[in-house]
């Protein structure tokens, strides 16, 4: 597709345009309306771009055809979010996990804001994150919630303010929770330099990882310095964590038979760290033996950082045996790769894929709600299912029926 075919998507009526602000710049962005709204001029944009290609203009708000009170709830969440109140930080992430279209170019503004502040703030610091990014994941059962409890309180005990958030791959295939449906972490929820957030209970795994992502810069902004991300050891959802974070953890817990299987092989690969859990009692045994296994399943790997080897630890929640260790080598980590720049190398690509996932999640939904699209989809889903057409074909018509009538044609 040329850069014609984008014209009509980056001709939005004036009215769904708005600035943002970005530490990098202000650009016009030019929202997404329903198909049905879309307007097809083709009036050439060439000079309202700039060197960036985009449009900059000055006046934030006034673009964004702000009501005054859209202005005053931006402005209380944006001021309650920075001075660190925990009710404007839920009530900010609610917004960014809305799909209500204005509500989430609000969200979008608000984001954009809370960026600018950070990256000043990460200026100040020489360049460097303030935040400490941490994924963990690991099988149903593993002994995650148990763990970040108690790393958890140990953090909030040495002045660190802490924030977990949640990502539940099974919200988004079932709308049910393997994450959600019991109680988690009492203590540290109600401990007032934590703030742990659930799963959001549905949308689709591109749309939860968007959210995340917007999630962990909220509660950057709120002032917590060690943002953890949980998530359940099934389908992409680890890979789509590992995705957002500094570090990488994955939780193991010595059970019986063969440790290795039920982890994916993939998923040690991303791991800069291994945490055999449960490592006490009569487990303790097991866990040892585990901790071997591993290590030397790691040493096969490929080294992914110049900075640093992937390790396994052991830990027991219970006692408390081996966490502040642990704690120990994930700092060291931390350092290695802000020295060595790994780090924000790290983000930075991070920052690409986060692009293309939300690229994605839109293209996807453009297509989803097309007219033709819609038309047929009833139909041909049912003779794929009956096995009536091959599944091939199937996206073949569609994908025609899409491009046949929409101004995304190559
Ligand atoms: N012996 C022992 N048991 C533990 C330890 N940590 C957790 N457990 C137990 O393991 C079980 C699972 O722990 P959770 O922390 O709920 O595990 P999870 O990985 O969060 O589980 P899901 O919510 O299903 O993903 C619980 O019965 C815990 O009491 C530990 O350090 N030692």
């Not at 010595?254 to 859990?277: C, F, M, N, S, Y």
């Amino acid at each position: 597709m040329g850069v014609s075919g984008l014209l009509p998507f980056l001709q939005r009526p004036s009215h769904l345009r708005h600035v943002i602000t970005t530490p990098w710049g202000r650009y016009l962005l030019h929202h997404s309306p329903p198909l049905d709204t879309l307007t097809h001029s083709r009036r050439p944009i060439h000079n309202s771009l700039n060197a960036r290609g985009m449009c900059v203009e000055s006046n934030l708000d006034s673009a964004m055809g702000l009501s005054p009170p859209e202005q005053r709830l931006l402005n209380k969440l944006y001021e309650g979010l920075i001075s660190g109140q925990r009710a404007s930080l839920a009530e900010s992430i609610t917004l960014v996990e809305t799909q209500h279209p204005r509500k989430k170019e609000l969200a979008q503004v608000l984001l954009q804001k809370v960026l600018a502040y950070r990256k000043k703030q990460e200026k100040e610091n020489g360049g460097k994150p303030l935040a400490f990014r941490v994924g963990l994941s690991g099988p149903p059962g593993a002994g995650k919630s148990t763990f970040i409890e108690v790393v958890g309180k140990m953090l909030t005990g040495q002045g660190h303010k802490v924030s977990v958030l949640a990502v539940d791959p099974s919200s988004c295939t079932t709308g049910g929770s393997l994450m959600g449906d019991k109680t988690r972490m009492t203590e540290l929820s109600r401990d007032m330099s934590a703030f742990v957030r659930p799963s959001p209970t549905s949308g689709t795994l591109g749309g939860v990882t968007r959210t995340t992502n917007e999630a962990i810069v909220l509660c950057e902004g709120a002032g917590y310095d060690i943002v953890l991300v949980e998530t359940v050891g099934v389908g992409q959802s680890e890979f789509a964590v590992a995705d957002m974070v500094d570090m990488f953890v994955l939780l193991i817990p010595p059970a019986g038979g063969d440790e290795l299987q039920g982890i994916k092989r993939g998923i040690i690969e991303v791991a800069d760290l291994v945490v055999v859990t449960k490592a006490d009692g009569d487990l303790l045994v097991p866990a040892r033996r585990i901790q071997a296994e591993y290590t030397s399943a790691l040493k096969l790997l490929r080294k992914k950082s110049k900075s640093w080897n992937p390790k396994v630890v052991r830990v027991s929640s219970q006692t408390g045996e081996g966490v502040p260790e642990l704690w120990s080598k994930m700092e060291a980590f931390r350092s290695a790769g802000l020295s060595s720049g790994d780090l924000q190398a790290r983000r930075r690509t991070q920052h690409r894929v986060w692009m293309w996932s939300l690229i994605q999640e839109n293209v996807i939904r453009h297509f989803q709600e097309h007219p033709a699209v819609r038309g047929a989809l009833p139909q041909l889903e049912d003779q794929v299912t009956r096995g009536a057409i091959s599944p091939g074909l199937a996206a073949d018509l569609l994908l025609k029926a899409f491009s046949s009538s929409s101004s995304l044609r190559p």
